[in-house]
């Protein structure tokens, strides 16, 4: 219901956009959610888009990334830019319903080379 996309090797400086496209079947989106989870490491929440357009982001990665959404709000984009070693990790989108329900993407990897 959630298909991600867009990962890939890059090199420190780089830039990628990750995709994330949600099927019809999801009713009632009021936020989608960028996550990655580097090995050994706890997943942390990168941005988030709401369906008003607010969006916040981790503190390491402002100024570098950039969430928005498509007119529909189907897909969802993930712009990083100045990508470092330290972004390297597994992606994951989600969409959360207003009714609470929670649906996930598979992950696209990341891999930022020094």
């Known amino acids: 219901q959630l298909q991600a996309s867009g990962g890939g090797l890059v090199q420190a400086g780089g830039s990628l956009r990750l995709s994330c496209a949600a099927s019809g079947s999801i009713k009632s989106i009021v936020s989608r959610n960028w996550y990655r989870q580097a090995p050994g490491r706890q997943r942390e929440l990168v941005a988030g888009i709401t369906y008003t357009g607010s969006t916040n982001y981790a503190n390491s990665v402002k100024g570098r990334f950039t969430i928005a959404a498509d007119g529909t709000g189907t897909t969802v984009y993930l712009q990083m830019n100045s990508l470092k070693p330290e972004d390297t990790a597994v992606y994951s989108c989600?969409?959360?319903?207003?009714?609470?329900?929670?649906?996930w993407g598979q992950g696209t990897q990341v891999t930022v080379s020094s």
């Open positions: 989600s969409a959360a319903t207003y009714r609470g329900n929670v649906y």
